[in-house]
C-alpha cells in the first residue's frame, strides 16, 4: 500500500518561508515523477511544482517561480517543496502526489495515481 504523508504545514507571515517534506512508504520514489499541488478554497486542484525520476527536470508554476523549489532525496523517499518570499495568495491545502513511472516530470491530475492527505499553508499579510 503506498502512502504518502506531508509535514511542514504552517502560518507564517507574508515573506516568510515554510519548507514542506513529503515521505512517501509502499513505493521507491527514485522511479516515479513527484508534484506538488495545492487547493484554496473554492478552487482547483492545480499543480505548483513537479520533478522528474532523474531529478533533472523540474517544472514550476509562473505563479511560484524563483520563489519555491522542489527537491527529492531518494535515499529517505522524501521529496520537498522550499517555499521562500511566501504571499498570502500561496495559502492554500498543499498536496504531493507520486506517479509518472520513469517520467521527467507530469503536470496533470491524472497522471498521478497516489496523493498524500495534504497540509494547510496559511500566508498572512
Known amino acids: 500500500q503506498v502512502q504518502l504523508v506531508e509535514s511542514g504545514g504552517g502560518l507564517v507571515q507574508a515573506g516568510g518561508s515554510l519548507r514542506l517534506s513529503c515521505a512517501a512508504s509502499g513505493r521507491t520514489i527514485s522511479r516515479y515523477a513527484m508534484g506538488w499541488f495545492r487547493q484554496a478554497p473554492g478552487k482547483e486542484r492545480d499543480i505548483v511544482a513537479a520533478?522528474?525520476?532523474?531529478?533533472?527536470?523540474?517544472y514550476y508554476a509562473d505563479s511560484v517561480k524563483g520563489r519555491f523549489t522542489i527537491s527529492r532525496d531518494n535515499a529517505k523517499n522524501t521529496v520537498y517543496l522550499q517555499m521562500n518570499s511566501l504571499k498570502p495568495e500561496d495559502t492554500a491545502v498543499y498536496f504531493c502526489?507520486?506517479?509518472?513511472?520513469?517520467?521527467?516530470?507530469?503536470?496533470?491530475?491524472?497522471?498521478?495515481?497516489?496523493w498524500g492527505q495534504g497540509t494547510q499553508v496559511t500566508v498572512s499579510s
Open positions: 502526489a507520486t506517479g509518472g513511472y520513469y517520467r521527467d516530470y507530469a503536470l496533470d491530475r491524472k497522471e498521478y495515481d497516489y
Open positions: 520533478i522528474g525520476w532523474s531529478k533533472i527536470n523540474t
